[in-house]
């Protein structure tokens, strides 16, 4: 059996949806990061993705059955979203690397999921 790794890359950060806009707030030299408000004190820094999953809705649609992106949005949580969003953007930076799935037929295998980033969905659909 011969294996191989794909390399492509996709961001969902802080006032980034997308490489191109990380790209241009890398180099604003500005800071993405606010101080957390919540419980306890607020020394913490955080920062919240802009991110819309409806953005993907077209790559989806083309290549699944139109129940899909229903179903992804109602059973997923936010960070796994955003790990398909980063997905599909790795995915567009080379063609090839779909034909190339799309040839392994069974063969390849995509995991996409998060550690415990995602327990509130966990616990709402069980």
């Known amino acids: 059996m011969t294996r191989f790794g794909i ?6 950060a802080p006032k980034s ?7 241009r707030n890398l180099s604003s030299g500005q800071s993405w990061l606010t101080a957390f408000d919540g419980f306890g004190p607020s020394t ?3 920062g919240n993705p802009e991110f ?4 993907y809705r077209n790559w989806i649609d083309q290549r699944f059955p139109p129940s899909k992106f229903p179903q992804l949005t109602q059973k997923m949580g936010c960070t796994t979203l955003y790990a398909v969003g980063a997905f599909i ?4 930076q080379n063609p090839g690397i779909e034909d190339t799935l799309k040839d392994l037929g069974s063969e390849a295998q995509v995991l ?4 415990v980033g995602d327990l509130p969905t ?3 659909i069980s």
């Open 52 to 55: 819309d999953f409806n953005d």
């Open 7 to 12: 390399f492509g890359w996709g961001v969902v």
């Open 17 to 23: 949806s997308n490489i191109d806009s990380f790209a």
């Open 44 to 46: 913490f820094l955080v």
């Open 112 to 115: 996409i999921g998060s550690g």
């Open 122 to 124: 966990q616990y709402n």
């Open 89 to 92: 953007q790795a995915l567009e």
